[in-house]
C-alpha cells in the first residue's frame, strides 16, 4: 500500500521533472506495481482522477514526514492552484480554451485596462476587495 503511493508520487515527480504531460496516465502492472505504457487510460474524468489520486498521495507522504511542513503548505495556499489545475477547466485552459464554462464578460474600467497593462508588462498583479486578496495573477498564470 505505502509502495504503490511512493510509486504513483515518483512517477508523477518523474513526468513534472521531463515536462511531460501530467494529465495522461497507463493503467498500472499489477505485478510490478509500475504504469503498462502499452495501457493508457482514456477519458479527461479517469485521468484527473488519477491525477488527484497522486496528488493526495503526496499530500499524505508530506504529513507522514512532517506534520508542520504539511500544515505550512496548506496554509500558504500552494494546494490550491494545484487543485484548480486539475479540474476540467483547468486542462481546457491549456488546451481548448473555447470549452471553459465559466466567462466573465468585464465592463472597461479604469482599473481593468491597467490590470491589462501589468499583465502585457508580465507583472504579476494582486487583486483584492475590502483589502482583502482574491486572487494573485502572473505571468504563468496568463493564458494568451
Not at 15 to 28: D, G, M, N, V, Y
Not at 78 to 102: M, V
Amino acid at each position: 500500500m505505502i509502495e504503490k503511493k511512493f510509486i504513483r508520487i515518483r512517477e508523477l515527480r518523474n513526468r513534472l521533472a521531463h515536462h511531460e504531460a501530467i494529465w495522461k496516465f497507463q493503467e498500472i502492472d499489477q505485478a510490478t506495481g509500475k504504469p503498462d505504457y502499452n495501457r493508457p487510460v482514456y477519458g479527461l474524468n479517469a485521468s484527473l482522477h488519477l491525477l488527484c489520486k497522486a496528488w493526495n498521495d503526496m499530500l499524505e507522504a508530506l504529513c507522514w514526514i512532517s506534520p508542520t511542513r504539511y500544515a505550512a503548505f496548506l496554509n500558504e495556499g500552494h494546494h490550491i492552484r494545484f487543485e484548480a489545475l486539475a479540474t476540467p477547466d483547468g486542462l481546457f485552459s491549456f488546451t481548448d480554451r473555447q470549452q471553459l464554462t465559466t466567462g466573465l464578460n468585464i465592463r472597461r474600467a479604469p482599473e481593468f485596462d491597467q490590470l491589462l497593462r501589468e499583465l502585457q508588462q508580465q507583472k504579476i498583479v494582486r487583486l483584492t476587495q475590502n483589502r482583502e486578496t482574491i486572487a494573485i495573477i502572473g505571468p504563468d498564470f496568463i493564458r494568451i
